[in-house]
């Protein structure tokens, strides 16, 4: 039996943020995400979050996970003092309680299994998930006595000594619930920063002729605490670089590894290739063969096989069946798809529009709120009127239109089925199909008009 609880009340001071430090994002992803992740993995009884710096905003940010309970700490007095809040939620319950930071987010599964599996092999009380690291600095002290913990001995209350220690306590536990609180209730603040640290219990439970056992981190990055906003960006690269490299080892070309940005559970086909600057995004899947240009932002959306998206484009919440072509500085918005073949071309923004199979609107066009059937050709300069300024209104057009270039087809209006519509028109009412729609002020030509203006003036002049 476990349960989980996290701390994340603390003011995080070294980011120096009006925001929650635990809410700052790691490569894409509020750094919480990860330990809460992790710690599922292990499916706990319960999983409890430790809140109190900016908490409303921290519940605020966690509203999307179920079942989570939170614990509120105010003031915020030291990590001992955090875990106590939780008491009246653990009274009379037994099992093990793991105790997490929500600053060390790199943190495995895995590895919390093994801390599980030390903590029950070797009946210990308290089980400390430690590393030994280069620079230690900083981080608290691991006292060893043997296999056990004698100590823990914070970064600015250790000696000369202790500081020369390289295996450092990683802030995660995992304590049997029953002795833990009334431990709690005895830890003293006397250190530098007049704190009640969760870490003294090692001392207090040697003392009391308890266990603490220790757990190495086969991987010590995994244990990387975030104080710092030059932390932060560490652990962003190297979640970067791991993602990076799960994707050329699937196949695809990164042409600058260093300049890709790549969210976690996105996937990309073989033979793709991607261009220096390219965020893929969220919930994005990219089939084989595609060729994204340089620049490119894809949120949340879909791109089939051999599809091309040209330099800079922004494509959010949308699906590009295989073969599309988009770019370059093309902007397509939520809800939208481009269907197979079909392509859109430089300055083009597309809005909950849907464009056919083979369909081109190749530059300079607004479509919002559009059905677009297979093999229309939408001229440059069309733009849909689709907002009155009270309501958004829909334009369907057809397979086979061809809309001539500058044209407004103000919604609601229905293009029919191979219809033209005349370059510059104002559409206004539906077009049948097959018809040729034209709405435009009707040309006069003034022969010889110039040499007349010019034979005015120069009479003019000479008077
Ligand atoms: C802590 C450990 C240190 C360990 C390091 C690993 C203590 C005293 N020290 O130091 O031994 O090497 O983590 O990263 O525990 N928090 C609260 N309430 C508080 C104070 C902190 O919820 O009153 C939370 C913070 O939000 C954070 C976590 O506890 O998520 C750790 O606090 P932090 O101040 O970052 O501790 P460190 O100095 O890093
Ligand atoms: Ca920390």
Not at 27 to 52: H, K, N, Q, R
Not at 304 to 323: F, K, M, Q, Y
Not at 352 to 377: M, P, Q
Request: overall charge neutral.
């Amino acid at each position: 039996m476990c349960h989980v609880l996290i701390l994340a009340a603390g003011k995080g001071t070294r980011m120096k943020s009006a925001q929650p430090k635990v809410l700052h994002r790691v490569a894409g992803a509020p750094m919480i995400d990860y330990v809460l992740d992790a710690s599922a993995a292990l499916a706990p009884e319960t999983t409890t979050v430790v809140v109190g710096h900016q908490a409303d905003r921290l519940r605020a940010a966690l509203d999307g996970r179920p079942g989570l309970r939170f614990v509120l700490q105010e003031p915020q007095l030291g990590t001992a003092h955090a875990v106590a809040q939780a008491a009246p939620l653990f009274a009379g319950v037994p099992g093990t309680l793991i105790v997490l930071s929500g600053d060390v987010p790199l943190l495995t599964a895995d590895t919390l299994r093994a801390l599980l599996a030390r903590h029950a092999e070797t009946g210990a009380a308290a089980t400390v998930l430690t590393a030994v690291v280069d620079d230690p600095s900083g981080y608290g002290r691991v006292v060893r006595n043997g296999d056990e913990v004698a100590a823990i001995v914070e970064h600015r209350d250790a000696t000369e000594a202790e500081r020369g220690i390289r295996e450092i306590n990683a802030g995660i536990y995992a304590f049997d619930l029953a002795p833990l609180f009334p431990a709690l209730a005895r830890v003293a603040a006397d250190n530098s920063q007049r704190e009640y640290y969760l870490p003294d219990v090692a001392a207090l439970y040697r003392r009391a002729g308890r266990r603490v056992a220790a757990l190495a981190a086969a991987r010590p990055e995994e244990i990387l605490g975030i104080n710092t906003r030059a932390e932060l960006a560490a652990t962003s690269e190297r979640v970067w670089r791991a993602r990076r490299e799960a994707l050329m080892a699937a196949g695809v070309t990164l042409e600058d590894p260093a300049a890709t940005y790549v969210d976690a559970g996105v996937t990309v086909g073989p033979d793709s290739v991607i261009a220096p600057g390219v965020s893929l995004l969220g919930r994005t899947t990219i089939g084989a063969r595609a060729v994204i240009q340089a620049g490119v932002r894809i949120v949340d959306s879909q791109l089939g096989d051999d599809v091309t998206v040209l330099d800079h484009c922004v494509i959010a919440g949308s699906r590009l069946d295989a073969g599309a072509s988009v770019g370059p500085f093309a902007h397509i918005r939520p809800g939208s798809a481009v269907g197979p073949a079909a392509r859109v071309g430089n300055f083009v923004e597309l809005k909950k529009t849907r464009l056919g199979a083979g369909s081109k609107a190749s530059h300079l066009a607004y479509l919002g709120d559009a059905t677009i059937g297979e093999k229309v050709n939408i001229g440059a300069g069309t733009i849909t009127c689709n907002y009155d300024g009270a309501a958004k209104h829909p334009t369907v057009i057809e397979d086979e239109v061809f809309i001539g270039s500058d044209s407004q087809l103000v919604a609601p209006v229905r293009i029919g089925r191979g219809a033209y519509v005349a370059a510059g028109s104002s559409i206004t009412r539906d077009v049948p199909a097959g018809a040729l729609a034209i709405a435009r002020g009707r040309q006069e030509n003034k022969e010889g008009w110039v040499a007349m203006k010019k034979a005015r003036a120069a009479a003019e002049k000479k008077e």
